[in-house]
Nanobody, 114 residues
Framework: QVHLVESGGGLVQAGGSLRLSCVASGVIARINSMGWYRQAPGKQRELVALITSGGTTNYADSVKGRFTISRDNAENTAYLQMNSLKPEDTAVYYC????????WGQGTQVTVST
């Protein structure tokens, strides 16, 4: 069983920064990718950023140049550095690990005030 725990969310003013962390634990035979998704009230969950086992990254257009995803393979941890935050970044942010299956964390709330 794989368990993901996100942390680092909170309330920040527009223009501020936050760093999210996602720690994976359990029996992890292989990590194909780790990603961050977000879901705002009344909206569908969307991909924010993804990083593959080889280090290739992919970002949503809305966060390019502001967010950076990274991984610590030895610690099975993924990070999302979020800079220049905007009110429209407000959402619950979820971590997903893709191995032989997909595993999700419980989410962490990010609120950006004007």
């Amino acid at each position: 069983q794989v368990h993901l725990v996100e942390s680092g969310g909170g309330l920040v003013q527009a223009g501020g920064s936050l760093r999210l962390s996602c720690v994976a634990s359990g029996v992890i035979a292989r990590i194909n990718s780790m990603g961050w998704y977000r879901q705002a009230p009344g909206k569908q969950r969307e991909l924010v950023a993804l990083i593959t086992s080889g280090g290739t990254t992919n970002y949503a257009d809305s966060v390019k140049g502001r967010f950076t995803i990274s991984r610590d393979n030895a610690e099975n941890t993924a990070y999302l550095q979020m800079n220049s935050l905007k009110p429209e970044d407000t959402a619950v942010y979820y971590c997903k690990l893709r191995s032989w299956g997909d595993y999700w964390g419980q989410g962490t709330q990010v609120t950006v005030s004007t």
